[in-house]
């Protein structure tokens, strides 16, 4: 994966034009891939007639919140015009009022793409100078440092972008940049780009801190990481279900035609595929219940109803997508320049309400994943359940004092109750004095996309564990079906890439006559858990064995 420190060149160019951004475009550009902005001469007179008209309403002494008027709850005091640049610049340093952890590089460059895309619809009054440094910082590996916390997500990200405006501007050293792995202040990074400090006029400073980009940009990333995940999610069930021999006819077409949620049609879609050429699943079509004589002729729920449990995921996902799609294309701070009708609006469009929400949705959406994969575990580690594999999953059964995978289902048991508890809402907790009463409803978007990415990372941690059972899983069925334990030959081909894909990560081939794991002290299981999320997050082999799966369940 490209280092966001250090920019892919060969990376598709993002246009930054006020509209058009897809989660992949973010998630590209937060991984490193360059940016441009739209050139073109109605986006460019878009923003200068604005400017102007923000200029012009300040030297005629029109009332204008925030700009010829203080902020929030203290609106009611009157700027003078020669005042308003001043106003604008004591604003981003009063919002500089938070400490502790910082964001991740590419959550703020997800954040910086997306508040150049906000000003970019031009109907914000700021310079076409000031939104050329957000490309210019993305293009050259700078990245201001932002706090995580301190954002409420009702005016927007206020206090967050407030450090990314005084990094930008240059105009303090005690704002910090990351410029391709080296911490400096902001006026240093500046003289490196070839960049003077800029003062802020009339509207800008809050044009720059007023504005949903920051938990919109975190959210957009949490999307990213989730359709990635699911995929994964969902090759791991289908070796599950071949390792318990399961069948693929709870997926035929004629069943979900019948139910055609899209989330459903194509969850079995996929896992028709991913389950097809199988040597390992029963035939229900086609006579094979008649040999199933003292087992269920159909499987356990979560197996044959997977594609009406997480279709309502496939869904929740897509359409959480969508509303942040809309987010991160829109104009979200206040007030908004009508330079045609001659008017300026005071509005709300700073609220982080579809973020928050969306990011609640998400993480509940997460707790119901890895419910349904510690089910699925449960039932290969218990003999009662499995199909005739050995308790626990252990290997070699000779050595008495084998205990397989228990461990490793335990360590699941501590993440997956975690992960279900970060699915409870943060937008209902909003408190209602915030600001002189001024913010009385506020949407807790920032808060609620860090807890997304909080529950992401566990489910990363979760999914490592999930592969090594089905690795293990396979080998031991594909040794009491094949008499080999090396699977490749009974999975399906689809599921066979994955299989081989986690081996890869191990560096342990596949074996006729060892499973992955044969003696509990044979490995580290723990350095078998670290490698795989280490693979999982740099996107490599398992992502490789994926992509399909990613492609056909997301749109």
């Given at each position: 994966?490209?280092?966001?420190?250090?920019?892919?060149?060969?990376?598709?160019?993002?246009?930054?034009?006020?509209?058009?951004?897809?989660?992949?475009?973010?998630?590209?550009?937060?991984?490193?891939?360059?940016?441009?902005?739209?050139?073109?001469?109605?986006?460019?007179?878009?923003?200068?007639?604005?400017?102007?008209?923000?200029?012009?309403?300040?030297?005629?002494?029109?009332?204008?919140?925030?700009?010829?008027?203080?902020?929030?709850?203290?609106?009611?005091?009157?700027?003078?015009?020669?005042?308003?640049?001043?106003?604008?610049?004591?604003?981003?340093?009063?919002?500089?009022?938070?400490?502790?952890?910082?964001?991740?590089?590419?959550?703020?460059?997800?954040?910086?793409?997306?508040?150049?895309?906000?000003?970019?619809?031009?109907?914000?009054?700021?310079?076409?100078?000031?939104?050329?440094?957000?490309?210019?910082?993305?293009?050259?590996?700078?990245?201001?440092?932002?706090?995580?916390?301190?954002?409420?997500?009702?005016?927007?990200?206020?206090?967050?972008?407030?450090?990314?405006?005084?990094?930008?501007?240059?105009?303090?050293?005690?704002?910090?940049?990351?410029?391709?792995?080296?911490?400096?202040?902001?006026?240093?990074?500046?003289?490196?780009l070839g960049l003077k400090p800029?003062?802020?006029?009339?509207?800008?400073?809050?044009?720059?801190?007023?504005?949903?980009?920051?938990?919109?940009?975190?959210?957009?990333?949490?999307?990213?990481?989730?359709?990635?995940?699911?995929?994964?999610?969902?090759?791991?069930?289908?070796?599950?279900?071949?390792?318990?021999?399961?069948?693929a006819h709870s997926f035929d077409?004629?069943?979900?035609?019948?139910?055609?949620?899209?989330?459903?049609?194509?969850?079995?879609?996929?896992?028709?595929?991913?389950?097809?050429?199988?040597?390992?699943?029963?035939?229900?079509?086609?006579?094979?219940?008649?040999?199933?004589?003292?087992r269920l002729v159909q499987d356990?729920?979560?197996?044959?109803?997977?594609?009406?449990?997480?279709?309502?995921?496939?869904?929740?996902?897509?359409?959480?997508?969508?509303?942040?799609?809309?987010?991160?294309?829109?104009?979200?701070?206040?007030?908004?320049?009508?330079?045609?009708?001659?008017?300026?609006?005071?509005?709300?469009?700073?609220?982080?309400?579809?973020?928050?929400?969306?990011?609640?949705?998400?993480?509940?959406?997460?707790?119901?994943?890895?419910?349904?994969?510690?089910?699925?575990?449960?039932?290969?580690?218990?003999?009662?359940?499995?199909?005739?594999?050995?308790?626990?999953?252990?290997?070699?059964?000779?050595?008495?004092?084998?205990?397989?995978?228990?461990?490793?289902?335990?360590?699941?048991?501590?993440?997956?109750?975690?992960?279900?508890?970060?699915?409870?809402?943060?937008?209902?907790?909003?408190?209602?004095?915030?600001?002189?009463?001024?913010?009385?409803?506020?949407?807790?978007?920032?808060?609620?996309?860090?807890?997304?990415?909080?529950?992401?990372?566990?489910?990363?941690?979760?999914?490592?564990?999930?592969?090594?059972?089905?690795?293990?899983?396979?080998?031991?069925?594909?040794?009491?079906?094949?008499?080999?334990?090396?699977?490749?030959?009974?999975?399906?081909?689809?599921?066979?890439?994955?299989?081989?894909?986690?081996?890869?990560?191990?560096?342990?081939?596949?074996?006729?006559?060892?499973?992955?794991?044969?003696?509990?002290?044979?490995?580290?299981?723990?350095?078998?858990?670290?490698?795989?999320?280490?693979?999982?997050?740099?996107?490599?082999?398992?992502?490789?064995?994926?992509?399909?799966?990613?492609?056909?369940?997301?749109?």
């Open positions: 994966m490209p280092s966001p420190a250090n920019p892919e060149r060969t990376a598709p160019m993002i246009t930054i034009s006020g509209s058009d951004l897809r989660i992949a475009d973010i998630a590209a550009v937060a991984r490193g891939a360059p940016v441009r902005l739209a050139d073109d001469a109605d986006t460019t007179a878009r923003i200068e007639a604005s400017r102007a008209y923000i200029q012009d309403a300040v030297d005629a002494g029109r009332a204008i919140y925030g700009v010829t008027t203080l902020f929030g709850g203290m609106a009611d005091q009157y700027i003078p015009p020669e005042l308003a640049a001043q106003l604008q610049q004591n604003l981003v340093f009063h919002l500089s009022a938070t400490a502790g952890d910082l964001l991740p590089v590419p959550d703020v460059r997800a954040a910086l793409l997306l508040r150049a895309n906000s000003l970019m619809r031009g109907v914000s009054g700021i310079r076409l100078e000031i939104l050329q440094r957000f490309a210019t910082f993305l293009n050259a590996g700078a990245t201001p440092l932002v706090h995580e916390l301190g954002s409420i997500g009702a005016s927007g990200d206020l206090i967050p972008l407030a450090y990314m405006a005084g990094a930008l501007t240059g105009v303090s050293a005690d704002y910090k940049v990351d410029l391709r792995g080296q911490v400096m202040d902001s006026p240093a990074a500046l003289s490196q800029i003062p802020l006029a009339a509207k800008e400073g809050l044009a720059l801190a007023n504005g949903t980009s920051v938990c919109t940009g975190v959210a957009a990333n949490c999307l990213d990481r989730t359709r990635y995940l699911l995929a994964i999610a969902l090759g791991v069930h289908a070796i599950y279900i071949q390792a318990l021999t399961g069948t077409p004629f069943i979900h035609e019948h139910k055609p949620h899209p989330g459903q049609v194509r969850t079995a879609r996929e896992m028709a595929r991913l389950l097809a050429g199988s040597k390992l699943t029963f035939d229900a079509v086609h006579g094979d219940i008649e040999s199933r004589r003292g356990r729920y979560s197996l044959r109803c997977l594609p009406q449990f997480l279709g309502p995921i496939i869904d929740g996902v897509n359409q959480i997508a969508g509303s942040i799609e809309i987010e991160a294309n829109s104009a979200n701070d206040n007030p908004l320049i009508d330079v045609a009708g001659d008017f300026i609006h005071h509005g709300g469009n700073f609220l982080a309400q579809y973020t928050a929400v969306g990011m609640d949705q998400l993480r509940y959406h997460l707790g119901m994943v890895a419910k349904h994969l510690d089910v699925q575990i449960a039932l290969l580690v218990e003999p009662a359940f499995n199909n005739g594999l050995p308790p626990c999953l252990v290997g070699n059964p000779e050595h008495r004092t084998n205990l397989g995978l228990k461990a490793l289902q335990t360590a699941g048991n501590s993440i997956m109750p975690l992960i279900s508890w970060y699915g409870n809402s943060l937008a209902d907790r909003f408190p209602t004095h915030a600001e002189q009463f001024n913010q009385n409803v506020n949407s807790q978007g920032m808060g609620s996309a860090l807890l997304a990415r909080r529950s992401l990372d566990l489910l990363e941690h979760y999914l490592a564990n999930a592969l090594i059972f089905a690795v293990q899983a396979a080998d031991l069925r594909s040794q009491r079906v094949a008499g080999t334990c090396d699977a490749r030959g009974t999975l399906s081909p689809a599921t066979a890439a994955l299989y081989e894909a986690v081996r890869a990560v191990l560096e342990v081939p596949p074996s006729d006559s060892r499973p992955l794991i044969f003696d509990d002290r044979d490995q580290f299981l723990g350095g078998y858990v670290a490698r795989v999320i280490g693979d999982l997050r740099a996107r490599a082999h398992v992502a490789a064995a994926v992509g399909t799966v990613t492609a056909n369940l997301f749109h």
